[in-house]
């Protein structure tokens, strides 16, 4: 209790990391207010298979207030958190409406993930959407999808080409997991749904900056993978970066030089940079943010100088973990404990331990690597491996049951993807976004001739 009322702790984010806090801080003698800009809990590792139609959103995000529902010491709210006053234990808020919110808390955590980095060029994520919400997987969905639905219409081959051309930037797990299903889609799915166009002519190119794909795995598995990914029709250019962009291409620099590969369909999957509350932190306690722009905290997951607040997961450098799921879900139930323990009175805190669970990406159906306890598994057993934990780690018996009736559905019995509705004002929206995006960039972002002309422009 703090005078005559509980001990108030909120928790910004219901990501991995918070929503762990959440459930770890069930017993505590306190009432728990968690703050997110979106109303759900989202399983960011499934978002590709809403971009790939084979998923609905719902089964992977599941309402936070519903996965609450049955601990009476927390709410949620919806609101965008802009300011966090430490000096005053404010959380300070906007909701949906613009209507300010101020949250007083005793304990504060913070778990506000990562959000797209585009290495200094923002102006990219008009051509090459990124994805890290259920908005942005829809927004690739539709936009794959209506690449094809203008393939089928185009009548000139040389546009009809440029529909069927799909860039992939980055060859981690996001990027290496979505061009798979781009592959499968072209490649298994659409060709009988098609009249005019034949998908399997489609063009499907995976640009890694580093030497090989899947950088932080085993070379086996990297191998495999590329192996895996080459057989399944995809080009992979290793040591390539992306060095421009406009609406209706890429250019590349890579071993063999520059290149313009004319391409309507980019997606960006290369980098991640913290949420912007990371520096908001970093600048009160007087520490540093790394090239990521994560917040150092302390061995107890606590900011210098502050014991009455955490942060967690994507947003902070800690031990040299990666920003994957299992880092945020530990240290948030981590955190949740030291909480409970000190309102208990228990001031003795161990440092935070983590426990490597070892890391899995899918490639396609039926092909996946995992690496987890000193055993690494290809093919068959690592997509059994992968949709085992996969699932365990989805909130709510529903939403494992039926992801595991839409994957049998999507992937063994129909070869089908169930979800891939879009209407004419969608696909518009994805056919000339793009476009006006580029019209409204600045003359110095888009020269005359396109990234074409940039790249040529730079050689000169
Ligand atoms: C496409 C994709 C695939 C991935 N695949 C894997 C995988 O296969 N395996 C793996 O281990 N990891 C994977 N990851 C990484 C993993 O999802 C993250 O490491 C993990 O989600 C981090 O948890 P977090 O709690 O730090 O952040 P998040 O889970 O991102 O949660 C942050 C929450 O904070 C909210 N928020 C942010 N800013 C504000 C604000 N200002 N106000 C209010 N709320 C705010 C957000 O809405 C969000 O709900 C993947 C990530 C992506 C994007």
């Not at 613009?98 to 102006?123: I, K, M, N, Q």
């Not at 004319?262 to 520490?287: C, F, N």
């Not at 529903?398 to 004419?424: M, Q």
Request: include cysteine; hydrophobic fraction near 45%; charged fraction near 25%.
């Amino acid at each position: 209790m703090t005078g005559d009322r509980r001990h108030q702790v909120v928790v910004v984010g219901g990501g991995f990391g918070g929503l762990n806090a959440v459930r770890a801080l069930a017993e505590a003698d306190a009432e728990v207010t968690v703050v997110d800009r979106t109303n759900h809990h989202l399983f960011q590792p499934l978002l590709y298979q809403v971009a790939a139609g084979i998923l609905p959103p719902g089964l992977i995000a599941p309402a936070l207030r519903s996965v609450l529902k049955e601990q009476r010491n927390s709410r949620a709210l919806l609101a965008d958190v802009h300011e966090l006053d430490l000096a005053n234990r404010l959380v300070r808020a906007q909701g949906p409406d613009g209507r300010p919110l101020e949250l007083r808390y005793d304990s504060l955590v913070v778990a506000a993930g990562a959000t797209h980095s585009y290495f200094g060029h923002d102006e990219w994520a008009a051509f090459a959407p990124g994805m890290k919400t259920v908005e942005d997987a829809r927004l690739v969905r539709d936009h794959i999808l209506s690449a094809f639905e203008m393939a089928e219409l185009a009548t000139d081959p040389r546009e009809r080409a440029e529909w069927l051309t799909f860039v992939v930037i980055g060859a981690g797990p996001t990027g290496v997991e979505l061009v798979g299903q781009v592959a499968e889609l072209a490649h298994d799915v659409l060709p009988r749904d098609y009249r005019s166009v034949d998908t399997t002519e489609a063009r499907i190119l995976l640009l890694e900056g580093a030497t090989a794909v899947l950088p932080p795995f085993h070379p086996r598995l990297r191998r495999w993978t590329h192996r895996r990914l080459e057989q399944m029709g995809v080009q992979i250019r290793l040591d390539t970066m992306a060095v421009a962009m406009d609406d209706e291409s890429v250019t590349v620099r890579g071993p063999a030089g520059e290149e313009t590969i004319r391409a309507r369909t980019r997606i960006w999957a290369a980098g991640v940079r913290a949420s912007p509350l990371a520096r908001m932190l970093a600048e009160q306690v007087d520490t540093e943010t790394d090239r990521a722009g994560r917040v150092a905290v302390n061995p107890d997951c606590t900011l210098p100088g502050h014991p009455e607040v955490f942060a967690v997961g994507d947003m902070v450098s800690l031990h040299e973990l990666p920003g994957v799921a299992q880092p945020a879900i530990q240290e948030g139930k981590y955190v949740g404990r030291v909480i409970t323990a000190r309102l208990a009175g228990d001031e003795r805190v161990e440092p935070f331990r983590y426990v490597d669970r070892g890391s899995m990406a899918t490639i396609g159906y039926r092909a996946a690597v995992a690496d987890a306890f000193g055993v690494r598994v290809t093919g068959w057993v690592g997509y059994l491996a992968w949709a085992f934990i996969h699932v365990l780690y989805l909130i709510g018996w529903g939403n494992r049951l039926g992801t595991l009736y839409t994957w049998a559905r999507a992937l063994v019995f129909s070869n089908n993807r169930g979800h891939r509705i879009i209407t004419f004002e969608e696909a518009t929206d994805q056919c000339l976004h793009a476009q006006r995006a580029g019209q409204r960039a600045a003359p110095s972002l888009r020269p005359a001739g396109g990234a074409a002309g940039a790249a040529r422009r730079q050689k000169g």
